[in-house]
């Protein structure tokens, strides 16, 4: 079930990002039912074992899915890269902009690539690589 956070923050946006989050939220509690979700930095954010994973926030450029390590995940569709970390990011203006096969498979991919975030403070910046 979808957190109760999440679910506020879904409803505060405009009536077509309430879709696009909808089915995002929808689509990540589903293929990460093993992870712990809930608002991170103001917008939502799943985590494994303590590292956050994906997450969507409301951005000028529309609905921006993020995942922490996919910058590695190989996958033209998430191009907008981060600078001195290891995310990957796609944005959403509609609903009908969501491959669900790729979000998906960019899902379970997330399982395997995975960059140690929970301890870059710890490691005064520098990323190590979990899986």
Same mark, same amino acid.
């Given at each position: 079930?979808?957190?109760? !956070?999440?679910?506020?923050?879904?409803?505060?946006?405009?009536?077509?990002?309430?879709?696009?989050?909808?089915?995002?939220?929808?689509?990540? !509690?589903?293929?990460?039912?093993?992870?712990?979700?809930?608002?991170?930095?103001?917008?939502?954010?799943?985590?494994?074992?303590?590292?956050?994973?994906?997450?969507?926030?409301?951005?000028?450029? $529309?609905?921006?899915?993020?995942?922490?390590?996919?910058?590695?995940?190989?996958?033209?569709?998430?191009?907008?890269?981060? $600078?001195?970390? &290891? !995310? @990957?990011?796609?944005?959403?203006?509609?609903?009908? !902009?969501?491959?669900?096969? @790729?979000?998906?498979?960019?899902?379970?991919?997330?399982?395997?690539?995975?960059?140690?975030?929970?301890?870059?403070?710890?490691?005064?910046?520098?990323?190590?690589?979990? &899986?």
């Amino acid at each position: 079930m979808l957190q109760k !956070d999440i679910q506020n923050y879904n409803t505060q946006q405009n009536e077509t990002d309430q879709e696009i989050c909808h089915v995002l939220a929808t689509i990540i !509690d589903a293929q990460m039912s093993e992870a712990e979700s809930k608002l991170w930095h103001g917008h939502p954010v799943w985590f494994l074992e303590g590292n956050p994973i994906v997450g969507y926030s409301k951005q000028k450029k $529309g609905l921006r899915l993020m995942f922490w390590s996919g910058a590695d995940f190989e996958e033209p569709d998430l191009n907008i890269l981060g $600078g001195k970390f &290891k !995310d @990957a990011s796609i944005f959403y203006n509609s609903i009908n !902009d969501i491959n669900m096969e @790729a979000l998906k498979r960019w899902l379970e991919t997330s399982k395997h690539i995975q960059w140690d975030y929970k301890n870059i403070v710890k490691r005064k910046g520098r990323l190590e690589r979990l &899986k």
